[in-house]
């Protein structure tokens, strides 16, 4: 699998949805024109943008401009709401716009992460955002008239943040590069995805992409966040959590499908990396 173009499922009328996603799930690197937003409801979600990977913890936020490829991390333990929609939203609206800052410019220049948000800028997109998702839940009479409206503040409150002059301008070769990142990480979660429960080492991981173990730790670290083996090892329990949350197997049989080579280590590593045993953690989710 390779980078891919996601098509988002938008009524053509009104090209806007929001949904909650678990962290459950690697996201493999894709990219569509519509602008997406990601509010963190709970736990922490991992995503990866720009070249680097990102931690939002509860109530941050972060947005992707049209075009931009990216994907998440599986984040277990976490909700993210999602909010999706095509600029073409607005056209309707342009007779309103007197800046030369287009809608397309303003995604690309305004600070992504709210993190770089000043503290009233971030308790106030906070406070939209889950508006707009209660609005469109709720589905109360005229609720589409109140997306949009608050839609619009949404978009208000990101030219606030923009900067005042066009900083930054990503050049072809840039967005090139970042591009090339994802394909190559594509490579190596589809790798680990098909051969979890089989052993991997980190020489076979860097054949998958043509590197050397030097080079290939190095460029997994860095684009990534964390070593290849923690990602492997991280990987695998959380494989053990969903079987040991949806089946009733001899722990054997569990620390095999995830790819441990011994019940011992399974459960030393479970143990390690969860806070409790393998047959402690099936009980309390009982």
């Not at 098509?7 to 009104?14: D, G, K, R, Y």
Request: glycine letters at 4%; one cysteine or more; charged letters at 20%.
């Amino acid at each position: 699998m390779s980078l891919y173009l996601e098509i988002p499922e938008l009524h053509s009328a009104f090209p806007f949805r929001t949904f909650i996603n678990d962290g459950w799930e690697i996201v493999y690197p894709h990219w569509h024109k519509e602008i997406e937003v990601i509010y963190c409801l709970t736990g922490t979600v991992k995503l990866g943008a720009f070249g680097e990977i990102f931690e939002l913890a509860e109530g941050e936020i972060f947005f992707f401009p049209s075009g931009e490829p990216h994907f998440f991390l599986a984040s277990p333990d976490s909700k993210r709401i999602v909010f999706q929609f095509d600029l073409r939203f607005f056209y309707e609206q342009n007779n309103l716009v007197t800046t030369d800052r287009t809608l397309l410019q303003l995604f690309d220049e305004a600070p992504n992460y709210s993190q770089d948000w000043p503290i009233a800028a971030q308790k106030n997109i906070n406070h939209l955002l889950r508006t707009i998702f209660n609005c469109h839940e709720g589905k109360s009479e005229g609720w589409q008239y109140g997306v949009t409206g608050l839609l619009t503040q949404f978009i208000y409150a990101l030219y606030q943040l923009a900067p005042k002059e066009n900083v930054k301008q990503s050049t072809a070769k840039e967005n090139l590069k970042s591009r090339e990142t994802l394909e190559l990480l594509d490579q190596i979660f589809e790798y680990v995805e098909a051969n979890f429960d089989s052993p991997i080492t980190l020489e076979a991981a860097a054949r998958q992409v043509g590197f050397s173990e030097t080079y290939f730790s190095r460029f997994f670290k860095q684009k990534v966040g964390l070593p290849f083996s923690q990602y492997l090892k991280e990987y695998r329990i959380e494989q053990a959590k969903f079987l040991l949350a949806t089946e009733q197997l001899p722990m054997s049989e569990v620390a095999a499908k995830s790819g441990f080579a011994n019940v011992k280590t399974f459960h030393h590593v479970f143990k390690k990396t969860v806070g409790c045993a393998p047959l402690q953690y099936q009980k309390h989710l009982i």
